[in-house]
């Protein structure tokens, strides 16, 4: 320790008066890792219902000088992810606190909108950054049930009401009537990302919004990001060596803890003794399971 900086712990490492007359700056540190938006099962997305708790307890740390959002996510619901971005803003606005986004793995889709929630974005020179695009997929099953011999009854009312059914052929129509809605999902995206980055975007339009992904030295050549840097580093940049990052996690009730109920309600595993989960309730989890593999698929990762 050198003779500038004394060492301020006391007995056991507890904090001396110097400590308490002069806190360490500290930095809330709000993980948003996941698919974002509802899986099935016993898995679960990033939703705002989840995360809202744990973003209201960010803002409101003791001596705080900013909250950290450490991002990993391929992307998924756009509404998810507007929804938690949207929270974050409101309460950095109301409580007059910086955010910084870092980009981990991949920060893809409705993971770049969740990272655009801070007012400075950082990402190690290999992350996956960008995909601002809307995607949907399904699959085309008439030609296997007709090879199966099973007949398609379907029934209803209001003649577009089984559109896109994936029983039935493709239907020019239903598809522009889909296309036009990732039109309009695509411009809320791109809208939100020229008011959150501003002249800091450098690459062209079409290049930028085209849904293509990019690695961080390339993502700040775009002006996609403000730098390249970790989350500890870029903190201790800011705030000094002294910086406490305090990570705010996502508390499980007590009566979950207690009776081991937190997989049968989207925690982790562990049904209560004498539980047993329904047959459908694991088959929807590894539908999900695939689904969520095939999204971080995209990347590489």
């Not at 409101?90 to 910086?98: G, I, M, S």
């Not at 979950?256 to 004498?274: C, D, E, I, K, V």
Request: proline share 5%; charged share 25%.
């Amino acid at each position: 320790m050198s003779d500038t900086q004394p060492d301020k712990r006391g007995l056991g490492g507890l904090p001396i008066i110097g400590d308490l007359l002069d806190p360490p700056p500290t930095v809330a540190v709000l993980r948003l890792t996941g698919v974002i938006g509802a899986m099935g099962g016993f898995r679960r997305g990033l939703n705002l219902a989840d995360q809202a708790a744990s973003i209201e307890r960010a803002f409101k740390v003791r001596n705080l000088k900013a909250v950290a959002l450490a991002v990993n996510s391929p992307g998924g619901s756009p509404v998810q992810s507007a929804l938690i971005a949207g929270r974050i803003r409101q309460l950095a606005d109301e409580k007059e606190v910086p955010v910084i986004s870092f980009c981990e793995d991949v920060a893809a889709s409705g993971g770049y909108w969740l990272a655009c929630a801070g007012d400075e974005i950082f990402a190690d020179a290999s992350s996956i950054v960008g995909s601002i695009g809307v995607v949907s997929g399904g699959f085309g099953l008439q030609g296997l049930i007709e090879k199966l011999g099973v007949e398609r009854r379907l029934h209803t009312a209001g003649d577009k009401k089984a559109m896109l059914d994936p029983f039935g052929p493709e239907k020019p129509a239903e598809v522009k009537h889909l296309k036009d809605i990732q039109g309009d999902i695509h411009l809320a995206f791109k809208d939100m990302v020229r008011e959150r980055r501003g002249n800091r975007l450098k690459g062209k339009r079409k290049e930028l919004f085209s849904g293509a992904f990019w690695i961080g030295t390339r993502a700040l050549e775009m002006g996609l990001i403000d730098g390249i840097g970790d989350l500890s580093g870029v903190m201790r940049d800011k705030f000094g060596d002294r910086v406490k990052l305090k990570r705010i996690d996502g508390r499980t009730p007590l009566w979950r803890r207690r009776f081991g109920f937190s997989a049968a309600f989207g925690g982790s595993p562990g049904l209560a003794p004498g539980l047993a989960a329904a047959p459908e309730d694991w088959a929807a989890s590894a539908i999900a399971a695939i689904e969520e593999r095939l999204i971080w698929n995209r990347f590489g990762l």
